[in-house]
């Protein structure tokens, strides 16, 4: 059997389990995950749509919404803590969720064994970065492979 690794939402209400290998594991700079998220930068890891599934239970936990920009993206978030929680790429067939909600150990941290499975290893739309990142890792100014590497 595959490997599993787990996540939801700030309150617990929305849970999601993934199985096998990322396609990938970026940092992403771009306006939109910035303004949609309020975080200068997000992790996102994408998933083909076969690995992905709610584990929650009920579906009545979750609200789901597209933003004008990405209609054929559609994304899902929590409607007890509104955080948003994961999407689904009609196009790519892919589910994007963000590490920072994988579950956590005793002391807060992501688990070792899904960190090293699910880091990062790129930033992409770094042009509109809102913070210099000196971690050695690769950064395009779009996507990977089809902008500018930028370092
Ligand atoms: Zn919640
Ligand atoms: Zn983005």
């Given at each position: ?15 999601w ?59 899902w ?8 929680v994961a999407s ?7 589910w994007?969720m ?54």
């Open positions: 059997m595959s490997k599993g690794y787990t996540g939801g939402c700030y309150c617990g209400a929305v849970r389990e993934v199985t096998g290998k990322p396609l990938v594991s970026a940092y992403c700079h771009c306006s939109l995950c910035q303004r949609l998220s309020g975080a200068p930068f997000i992790n996102t890891i994408h998933f083909p749509a076969p690995a992905f599934k709610w584990v929650h239970g009920s579906d009545s936990v979750l609200d789901s919404y597209a933003v004008e920009a990405k209609p054929w993206k559609k994304r978030r929590c409607k007890t803590c509104g955080a948003c689904f790429h009609e196009k790519g067939n892919r994007s963000w590490g920072s909600q994988l579950d956590r150990d005793e002391e807060g941290k992501v688990k070792a064994d899904m960190w090293e499975d699910l880091k990062p290893t790129v930033h992409i739309f770094y042009e509109t970065r809102l913070l210099d990142v000196k971690d050695g890792l690769p950064k395009w100014s779009g996507y990977a492979g089809s902008s500018e590497r930028l370092k």
